[in-house]
């Protein structure tokens, strides 16, 4: 059992004279409950992934509690009984304070063929109403004699709260059982054994708890290791030794030790992004904190320039058990992808014709001309596109796409733009430089695109 446990227990039976008050807060258990942090907000590359701890801080109490508690009434157990019935409002206080939603029921045993003994009595089936279960807890009485001989009637009862409807619990609860005694059972008990009352209440999803109290004469809830066998096959918790007057406190301590499992489930992801744990699934005792890696992705192709969305919950025992473990993700991926500039060959305005190259076609393409600038971008719908003069750095523009420009080859000369016309179909600049002109485009995120030489075709034979 985890160190938070054990530290209790050893409070409880250290010369079984310390006294922990019921209504103390466990200690070590973080009153924040839920998915820490709950939301996730950052920018990742296509390609790349945010790798981050995820703390899920459990209740107190399993969630949606169903809990029965479950006494041998029999002779011997007067002074424990008094003790659960002087606390149990405040162990359903401490409860339904971890679990709103909690509900209760009551029943007892004593044991078969001994007069008036009732081998299983349901006292109070399960319901909000505590009022209700104190009235049911109250009706225990521990007469002399009741019980007969030493083993009791427990396996029935257990079989009982396992299978009877009449219980009433919810389909969606945990389902726990709060059982104290201080003697074995008969095995068989009712037809039941020891066997057929594990798997019922297995097949149930039970719980168990068990609290064993030594009292004169009797050998112990688990004298032939049935408390042991049913809580570890119900993955319950069994607490040995309990004085009389610590009974309630060990029923309060056995609830809030019980394992529950914590399971992350990735909800709705947009295209794109995914989420991943180090593990499945998790289990904790009660009130600790499963600690997970979680991975979040960005695939390659991921869209760029938006924001990617993914939820995931995070279920305790198979369940969502509120909006604090619900977990939203928000990546936005960067627009990583440069623009494409493009310098086309275009008409003069005048000629109505594109211009060739010049009557010495060997000496390359003539740079002079007249060209349209145009640029595309996966993102941005209208990149800026600048003129380079390579041999001396000048840079004109920005231009928008569909531009018309003349370009002006002149070594030596100053480089310098100038306004001409306006309209879709007319020549806007004429730029003047000294070398060859080069185009590139500058998406609104600052990627640049491949510089490209503007030309005038036909290209030298």
């Known amino acids: 059992m985890a160190s938070r446990m054990s530290s209790r227990i050893a409070m409880l039976f250290a010369g079984l004279l310390v006294v922990v008050p019921l209504a103390s807060p466990a200690a070590g258990h973080d009153p924040q409950i839920g998915v820490d942090p709950s939301t996730v907000s950052a920018t990742v590359a296509p ?187 119900t993955t319950g918790v069994f607490l040995d030794n309990v004085a009389a007057n610590q009974v309630s406190q060990a029923i309060l301590d056995g609830i809030q030790a019980i394992s529950v499992t914590v399971t992350p489930q990735v909800g709705s992801c947009d295209a794109g992004l995914s989420v991943a744990f180090n593990a499945t699934s998790l289990t904790v005792e009660s009130g600790e904190d499963a600690s997970f890696t979680e991975t979040i992705s960005v695939a390659l192709n991921a869209p760029q320039g938006q924001t990617l969305n993914c939820t995931v919950d995070w279920l305790v025992e198979g369940a969502l058990s509120g909006p604090e473990f619900v977990q939203q993700i928000a990546i936005s991926v960067p627009d990583v992808t440069a623009p494409t500039a493009q310098c086309a060959p275009t008409t003069n305005p005048a000629g109505k014709s594109i211009p060739q190259a010049g009557t010495n076609p060997q000496s390359g393409q003539n740079p002079d001309g007249f060209y349209e600038l145009s640029a595309t971008d996966n993102v941005d719908p209208d990149p800026d596109i600048f003129v380079l003069d390579p041999a001396t750095g000048t840079v004109f523009g920005p231009f928008d796409s569909g531009t018309a420009i003349k370009y002006t080859q002149a070594p030596g000369a100053t480089p310098n733009a100038k306004k001409m016309g306006s309209g879709l179909s007319a020549v806007a600049w004429h730029i003047i430089g000294q ?19 503007c030309q005038v075709p036909p290209p030298p034979k």
């Open 435 to 453: 070398g060859d002109a080069v185009v590139y485009a500058v998406d609104d995120v600052g990627n640049q695109s491949t510089p490209v030489s």
């Open 47 to 233: 390609g790349g992934n945010l790798v981050q701890g995820k703390i899920v801080h459990t209740a107190e109490v399993p969630p949606t509690p169903d809990v029965v508690f479950l006494a041998d009434t029999t002779g011997s157990m007067g002074p424990a009984i008094a003790n659960v019935q002087s606390a149990i409002a405040n162990i359903m206080t401490e409860i339904a304070t971890s679990q709103p939603n909690a509900r209760f029921a009551v029943a007892e045993y004593e044991d078969f063929g001994c007069g008036s003994n009732d081998p299983f009595l349901l006292n109070q089936a399960i319901t909000a109403d505590q009022t209700a279960v104190q009235t049911a807890v109250n009706s225990w009485q521990a007469l002399p004699g009741e019980g007969c001989d030493e083993p009791e009637s427990q396996l029935f009862a257990l079989n009982q709260l396992a299978t009877d409807p009449a219980i009433g619990f919810r389909a969606n609860s945990t389902r726990i059982i709060a059982w104290f005694g201080d003697a074995p059972g008969h095995d068989p008990s009712g037809g039941i054994t020891l066997p057929d009352s594990i798997d019922a209440l297995q097949a149930a999803g039970s719980r168990v708890v068990a609290v064993n109290t030594p009292t004169p004469g009797n050998s112990g809830l688990d004298a032939t290791g049935q408390a042991t066998a049913i809580t570890t096959a």
